[in-house]
């Protein structure tokens, strides 16, 4: 644990319920992480309403104005060009200068990826940065990473991703040595694309934070086979996409049957306690916020819809990993991995 | 419909049950589809006994001795070289010479696939077959291809899986027009790899027989967005895998929330009859079968594990592709595609 507060800086205008979600889930949080300090983006006028309603958020908060605000549906591009003293620049910047050292947002995705990376810059050594999220699996959780921020790249790539989960799943996870997988087609070591086969090759023989255990499939992700599942963004966008989707189909479903006719309803009401106790176990707000790996400065998307308990997820997940100094230890893992021949003497 | 009664060969030596389930699923199609034939594959010593419970299948099959049989833990390697003569092979090549219209297996699903291509071969002018499979949806049902069969493709590949993708779902779906899209990783037109780009801009121009929808995500496939959900073996193998996790884990969740106490149980007990009413909609039997499309003959492989029930909808499948001839007019289509020039004129 760090020894001074650590600051995260909110866009509060991010996402479809505005500052409402961000300032009730921030104040959630610091239910947990009492250490934890807030610098507060957007529209003063919307803000201090909902913030005079905690008073022990106010009390460790600031809160910096601007009415600018970059849409949900807005192009990336459009936002990038556009993006000056906007909410959600302005708190990334706040990471940028020291103030603050994390940035969670709710608003629009591309754009939040874009501007972090353009703001913070990749750390050192990373060619490629990620985006990881936590799943609920059979055994607890795993970690998959990455889910978008890159459809195409290279074995190197990948095992920079190993390195950067492995260090989020320490941090999350309390692991000592996390489990690593590649997601593949199958687990024979002759199957699947290049770049996966050679982050196989790689990862077989360098020294990282984190145990090698081979390809994985797709549905070892629920099956929590692994701590950690590496993906290129292709790949792992769709899986997890796929996944959100059987999701809400096995939702819909069950509403349908279940509350379709009397006897239904009423074996529900009977399980009530069963049933929520279910919902909350892959209740999906527990699991809001896909974190981009590999800058300098932490920056957590959170779901444009969350509420206050999702969007407090996101940003308890910034909270951790600044708390126990996620980036400086990938800094160093990722120092140590390219003095090793066996990753650089690689024609990549 | 085709006039004359359509024959399709069994290995009965292939999946976990072996014989069983083969035989008591064969019997089940039959009564929907009363005009088939079979052959039946495998060791007679242990079919007849099975063959004889269900005197109106025996009537319409012939049993072909076979010792031998293709392991499913083999290499397909492996099992390729030494697959003369097996029940799996014989099979095949029963289609290959006209006798039978379509083979299905429960067997080793790699020896499957390399021993129908290498015997079966690929029909004029399509470069890869496809591995296809329908998923239930909000909507009803969605064809997904390719799972599998081919990790690297190009954007002209991918046309040709929407051609074959769109004649199943006349076939299957009943339907005149069926809507096809991308997997991809956002619906932005600038979005995702190459090959998948570049299919979408063959498709928006030429004529085959579907509506070219645009690109979806991995949620579209339960939302059914579309009909025809076409991609890489490599997202669409991913994207199956995770999606059959994610089922996995709410069953497990569901039993160990509502069976875990007395409540849940009773609650579960008088919403027995929705509960089952939910678990045939989403039943993974009713959705079992991966057809290998783009071959000269029909192979359906029926997932290894599978009962009577499951068996059964691999074989149904088959019989509606046979008695609509699937084949014939996928050959046509092809033609059609491989004369037009804004197919032809790109350098793939």
Redesign the interface.
């Known amino acids: 644990m760090s020894s001074s507060p650590a600051t995260i800086a909110l866009d509060a205008m991010g996402g479809d319920n505005g500052p409402e979600s961000v300032i009730s889930g921030a104040a959630l949080v610091l239910k947990k992480h009492p250490n934890l300090r807030f610098q507060i983006f957007g529209d003063e006028a919307r803000i201090w309403p909902f913030l005079d309603k905690y008073p022990e958020l106010k009390a460790v908060s600031s809160v910096i104005h601007t009415d600018k605000m970059i849409r949900s549906d807005e192009?990336p591009s459009a936002a990038l060009r556009s993006s000056k003293g906007s909410s959600m620049r302005m708190a990334i910047e706040s990471v940028k200068e020291g103030h603050a050292m994390a940035v969670v947002s709710a608003g629009n995705t591309g754009a939040l990826m874009a501007l972090a990376k353009m703001v913070l810059k990749p750390l050192a050594g990373i060619h490629r940065p990620a985006i990881a999220s936590i799943f609920?699996?059979?055994k607890g959780e795993t970690i998959v990473l990455d889910l978008?921020a890159n459809?195409?790249v290279d074995a190197e790539n990948l095992v920079q991703f190993a390195v950067l989960g492995s260090i989020f799943a320490k941090v999350h996870m309390s692991l000592s040595v996390p489990s690593i997988g590649l997601?593949?087609?199958?687990s024979?070591d002759v199957?699947?694309?290049d770049h996966v086969r050679g982050a196989a090759a790689i990862l077989s023989e360098i020294d990282f934070p984190g145990h090698y255990h081979g390809f994985v499939?797709?549905?070892?992700?629920?099956?929590g086979t692994v701590d950690v599942v590496v993906?290129d963004?292709?790949?792992g966008?769709?899986?997890?996409?796929?996944?959100?989707?059987?999701?809400?189909?096995?939702e819909?479903?069950?509403k349908?049957?279940?509350l379709?006719?009397p006897?239904?309803i009423?074996?529900?009401?009977?399980?009530?306690?069963?049933?929520k106790?279910?919902k909350k176990?892959?209740d999906p707000r527990r699991y809001n916020g896909g974190v981009f790996l590999g800058l300098n400065g932490l920056c957590v998307k959170s779901h444009g819809g969350c509420d206050a308990l999702a969007f407090s997820s996101a940003v308890g997940l910034a909270a951790e990993l600044c708390e126990q100094n996620y980036i400086e230890r990938v800094a160093r893992h990722i120092e140590n991995l390219m003095e090793q021949e066996s990753f650089l003497s690689r024609d990549l």
Chains 1, 2 share one sequence.
């Open positions: 192009k609920p699996t059979m978008g459809v195409l997601l593949n087609v199958g024979e199957k699947g694309p499939e797709g549905d070892d992700i629920t099956k993906s963004g292709y790949a966008n769709i899986a997890l996409k796929a996944a959100e989707g059987v999701g809400n189909l096995a819909h479903l069950f349908k049957h279940m379709g006719d006897l239904g009423l074996g529900a009401m009977i399980a009530f306690f069963s049933l106790r279910l176990n892959i």
